[in-house]
């Protein structure tokens, strides 16, 4: 390929991580309206039942989902030396692992205090399937690239599957975000109002920002 179509490719990266950093903005502003202006806010500790429910979107959704795209496009958008940028990766992603098992066990809070049945859909299961994957994605870099460390050639070998691996996992959260969006609006029975409309754009933001950020990913530094 020429040297001008490489350059090309690699502006296009830098636009797809700029629209991926709008997209997740304005998904993060529906999210916090949502919660915020129509569910009432967020608190894990308080007696209103559905302000403890309120944790769970918050965290998976902006501290799972977004700050996990942040990581993943952290060795394009980070302007450092290899070394600081997988530290930079590591950090992020820890914090989205995180800030994902806190949403989780939010869910598990409120559906302990309202006595429902734990783990009874299809979005808990790919959900908590998802979380789970995350983790294990997380301690398997950490053991391979940066302590102890995988000798060079099979850093090398498995880089490529620790990358494709990475990305499918963040498009299971994604996908998780719509499949739990789509059942509170089964559940609230809101699809004609006002906050059924900021769910569905939030969810389609969300979608928007997973392209934008595999695109980044995919296209050349």
């Known amino acids: 390929m020429a040297i001008t179509d490489w350059a090309t490719f690699r502006r ?22 949502w919660v915020f202006h129509f569910r009432g ?7 209103n039942e559905q302000h403890i429910f309120n944790v769970h979107p ?4 902006i501290g799972f989902t977004i700050v996990a795209g942040e990581a993943i496009m952290a060795y394009k958008i980070i302007p450092l030396k290899h070394p600081l940028q997988k530290l930079a990766h590591m950090a992020i992603t820890l914090i989205a692992f995180v800030m994902g098992i806190v949403g989780i066990y939010a869910v598990f809070k409120y559906h302990h205090d309202i006595h429902v049945l734990q783990m009874y859909s299809l979005h808990s ?24 460390r995988a000798s060079g050639q099979t850093r090398a070998w498995i880089i490529r599957w620790h990358a494709s691996s990475g990305l499918i ?37 969300t979608i928007l920002y997973g392209i934008a950020v595999a695109l980044t990913v995919l296209l050349p530094q």
Not at 125 to 148: A, D, K, N, R, V
């Open 41 to 47: 806010g967020v608190d894990l500790n308080s007696d």
């Open 169 to 205: 996992i963040f498009l299971l959260a994604i996908c998780n975000i719509q499949s739990g969006l789509s059942e509170q609006l089964l559940f609230l029975g809101l699809m004609r109002d006002k906050q059924a409309r900021v769910m569905n754009f939030t969810g389609l933001m």
């Open 125 to 148: 299961w790919t959900g908590m399937g998802t979380i789970c994957l995350f983790g294990f994605q997380w301690l398997f870099g950490f053991l391979t690239f940066m302590y102890p």
């Open 12 to 33: 296009s990266a830098a636009v797809a991580a700029l629209v991926a950093h709008l997209f997740g903005v304005v998904a993060v502003i529906l999210m916090l309206v």
């Open 58 to 61: 918050f965290l998976v959704h």
